[in-house]
């Protein structure tokens, strides 16, 4: 059974930066591509940014393309999710997920497993 655990979520100003953290127990990270989403209150869950399992390959929503950097360290079995210039918007729960199924990584349906989140409010 996989385990996934975030971290790193606070409150910070618009502008402001913070460095999401998800370990990942129970199997090793390498087996699995690995990504985030986020849900806001009363808003559907939506992709933010997912790395291949080999990491040479990244992919970003729209939306945080240029501010956010995705990255995964193996020895660690830890993924992360370095987010700049944040805007009020981008406050919500973020969630780790891993998934080993071939296809579309920003697809909910790609992913196997899910962490609880971590809450990210920015200010303006």
């Known amino acids: 059974q996989v385990q996934l655990v975030e971290s790193g979520g606070g409150l910070v100003q618009a502008g402001g930066s913070l460095r999401l953290s998800c370990v990942c127990s129970g199997r090793t990270s390498s087996s699995y591509h690995m990504g985030w989403f986020r849900q806001a209150p009363g808003k559907e869950r939506e992709f933010v940014a997912a790395?291949?399992?080999?990491?040479?390959?990244?992919y970003y929503s729209e939306s945080v393309k240029g501010r956010f950097t995705i990255s995964r360290d193996d020895a660690k079995n830890t993924l992360y999710l370095q987010m700049n210039s944040l805007k009020p918007e981008d406050t919500a729960a973020y969630l780790c997920?891993?998934?080993?199924?071939?296809?579309?990584?920003?697809?909910?349906?790609?992913?196997?497993?899910w962490g609880q989140g971590t809450q990210v409010t920015v200010s303006s």
């Open positions: 790395i291949s399992r080999s990491g040479i390959t990244t």
């Open positions: 997920n891993v998934g080993r199924t071939a296809g579309d990584l920003s697809k909910l349906s790609t992913y196997d497993y």
